[in-house]
């Protein structure tokens, strides 16, 4: 299974013309946990998941890659 997140979660982020910062910021992370999901070095559990789909407003899905529809 090709792991998207990372990919899912670098393009959100530059629709929303956001630093890494802001988002650590937003869902309550440190800054290099962020960027380590970002890199694919570290997968997020169930909670910074809602986290993310929420603060980027998609579904968890399409943030994992189960699907291409937000």
Do not use: C
């Not at 440190?30 to 998941?49: C, D, F, S, V």
């Amino acid at each position: 299974m090709d792991i998207v997140i990372n990919r899912r979660l670098k393009e959100l982020r530059k629709e929303k013309k956001e630093t890494q910062v802001q988002v650590a910021a937003a869902i309550e992370v440190a800054e290099q946990y962020y960027q380590k999901l970002e890199y694919g070095l570290n997968l997020p559990g169930i909670e910074n998941t809602w986290k993310l789909a929420d603060h980027f407003g998609v579904t968890i899905d399409y943030l994992v890659g189960r699907t291409d529809t937000r």
